[in-house]
Nanobody, 115 residues
């Protein structure tokens, strides 16, 4: 059974940085497309960034130039480096793993950016 565990969230001032990590267990990490989503209070969950098996990346317009998604297949881990954080980046950040029609979600990690 595939499981995802996120870490790295926290409280940071505007302009600061955080790096989120997500470790996959129970399957072969390298075959999955990995993504980071976020959900702010009262809003729908939205895609932040994704990275394919061949490391092709995709970003939401709101984070382009500030966030970087990467993967380390040897460590079964996907990262989200977040720089120049803004209060509107606040939310619960979720990692997901996609293989065909199957999607697995992590439990989420809270990111709070104070102004």
């Amino acid at each position: 059974q595939v499981q995802l565990v996120e870490s790295g969230g926290g409280l940071v001032q505007a302009g600061g940085s955080l790096r989120l990590s997500c470790v996959l267990s129970g399957s072969i990490f390298g075959i999955y497309t990995m993504g980071w989503y976020r959900q702010a209070p009262g809003k729908q969950r939205e895609l932040v960034a994704s990275i394919s098996r061949t490391s092709v990346t995709n970003y939401a317009d709101s984070v382009k130039g500030r966030f970087t998604i990467s993967r380390d297949n040897a460590k079964n881990t996907v990262y989200l480096q977040m720089n120049s954080l803004k209060p509107e980046d606040t939310g619960v950040y979720y990692c997901n793993a996609v293989l065909g029609r199957a999607t697995t979600w992590g439990q989420g990690t809270q990111v709070t950016v104070s102004s």
